[in-house]
Nanobody, 115 residues
Framework: VQLVESGGGLAQPGGSLTLSCAGS????????MSWHRQAPGKERELVAR????????DYADSVKGRFTISRDNAKNTVYLQMNSLKPEDTAVYYC?????????WGQGTQVTVSS
């Protein structure tokens, strides 16, 4: 069972990045997927998530209108499109997969927003 994030890196304020999270070893389509982040010295926080099997989504207020979560079950991958990036978006970003009591995390990918 594995979740592997990719796509992080350095971006300028106002720029964009797209994160990917590839799952393997489990039935990806059945899991509720979400993205979280943790900045230095802060607790991990929810960024975006699917709230239903039909594709409803929910976002943290700080990223609404700028970030978009999407998934491709055929590719076992969930994405986070991040636009209009701000320095305060700097954090390690993690994807999460939940099905009942099963809760899986990726290793995280660093996103740094700086000029």
């Amino acid at each position: 069972v594995q979740l592997v994030e990719s796509g992080g890196g350095l971006a300028q304020p106002g720029g964009s990045l797209t994160l990917s999270c590839a799952g393997s070893g489990f039935t990806f389509s059945r899991y509720r997927m979400s993205w979280h982040r943790q900045a230095p010295g802060k607790e991990r926080e929810l960024v975006a998530r699917y709230t239903s099997a039909i594709g409803n989504t929910d976002y943290a207020d700080s990223v609404k209108g700028r970030f978009t979560i999407s998934r491709d079950n055929a590719k076992n991958t969930v994405y986070l499109q991040m636009n209009s990036l701000k320095p305060e978006d700097t954090a390690v970003y993690y994807c999460n997969a939940v099905l009942g009591y099963k809760n899986r995390w990726g290793q995280g990918t660093q996103v740094t927003v700086s000029s």
